[in-house]
Nanobody, 122 residues
């Protein structure tokens, strides 16, 4: 099991930027794809972005394409989500998760962080 800890959330005005980080406890972090998800109040959790084990392949939800960028540093066991041009509808708790496989198009994630709140004011 991999322990995941997110950080970097906060309050930002519409049009602003934030960078989320997710630190993993295990050295096996580097062999799995990693993903970011979010859940807004009263809504189901939704996929945001994912990155392959080596970082060469990424996958994004249509709602964030061109605004968010996922990256990873396997030497630091950390995955990032750079969020730009933020909108009020991006307000949610953001979670990182470890995929069961190496590519960013899988649908099964086994380990989840506790989440970090992102609030975008209009």
């Amino acid at each position: 099991q991999v322990q995941l800890v997110e950080s970097g959330g906060g309050l930002v005005q519409a049009g602003g930027s934030l960078r989320l980080s997710c630190a993993a406890s295990s050295r096996t972090f580097s062999i799995y794809a990693m993903g970011w998800f979010r859940q807004a109040p009263g809504k189901e959790r939704e996929f945001v972005a994912a990155i392959s084990w080596a970082g060469e392949s990424t996958n994004y939800a249509d709602s964030v394409k061109g605004r968010f960028t996922i990256s990873r540093d396997n030497s630091k066991n950390t995955v990032y989500l750079q969020m730009s041009s933020l909108k009020p509808e991006d307000t949610a708790v953001y979670y990182c998760a470890r995929s069961v496989g190496p590519n960013p198009y899988g649908r099964q994630y086994n380990d989840w962080g506790q989440g970090t709140q992102v609030t975008v004011s209009s």
